[in-house]
């Protein structure tokens, strides 16, 4: 089993619309989590880290289910500029330094 | 102003032929990564350096090694670029602990011919 799961898409979604995306984990320890934003051919760049209390930044919002162990990433009145590959990444201390990525989920946001 | 610099942008070698990645970062952080990312893959760690603690992941290829001579510096060398080296390498920073964000550099893209 893969240590980060995300659903790999596309998701395919028109402009104003709410989307939303799950990545699962399968290590209980994992302390820390991100979503990072990657452009076709270009470097990952965080978007958000996400706290066990759930964080918002504009029309983005992030939620951390420990006990289910998911992260999920709500983007509201996607903008075309959306359009990315959304990677979920989480560390496990245990792990070192290593973050764990997921495979991302794409996203296609049309006019 | 860019942050964390890598050259070159693109890079094409011959099988067998050594070749040098670059990166620069401007932060002064105390760690430097390197990724490989293939194709609709996810980043991959190669290794890290804690300022001059070099810490290799368990399953990367002996045919890569690391250098970083000073804190802004760090080097990733493929000794033998086999045709499945042929990748994106992504050279990232952080300040200090895992926890705290990574900024990644542009990456190099590498072509094995």
């Known amino acids: 089993r893969k240590e980060v799961e995300q659903d790999p898409g596309p998701f395919n979604v028109p402009e104003g619309a709410t989307v939303a995306f799950n990545c699962t984990y399968s290590n209980s320890a994992s302390q820390s989590f991100f979503w990072y934003r990657q452009d076709c051919r270009k470097e990952p760049k965080l978007l958000m880290s996400v706290y066990s209390s759930g964080n918002e930044d504009g029309r983005f919002t992030a939620q951390l289910n420990r006990a289910s162990q998911y992260i999920s990433l709500l983007i509201r009145d996607s903008k075309l500029s959306d359009s990315a590959t959304y990677l979920c990444v989480v560390n496990t201390a245990n792990s070192g330094y290593a973050l764990n990525f997921g495979k991302g989920t794409s996203l296609l946001v049309t006019p | 102003d860019a942050m964390v610099i890598q050259n070159p942008r693109y890079q094409v070698t011959q099988f067998g032929k050594p070749v040098t990645l670059s990166c620069s970062q401007t932060?002064?952080?105390?760690?430097m990564y390197w990724y490989q990312q293939k194709s609709s893959q996810a980043p991959k760690l190669l290794f890290h350096y804690y300022d001059k603690d070099f810490n290799n992941e368990a399953d990367t290829p002996d045919n890569f090694q690391s250098r970083r001579p000073n804190t802004s510096f760090c080097f990733l060398d493929i000794r033998s670029p086999g045709l499945g080296d042929a990748a994106m390498y992504l050279c990232?920073?952080?300040?200090?602990?895992?926890?705290?964000?990574?900024?990644f550099g542009p990456g190099t893209r590498l072509l094995v011919l």
């Open positions: 932060l002064n952080h105390n760690v």
């Open positions: 990232a920073t952080s300040r200090s602990s895992v926890e705290e964000t990574q900024y």
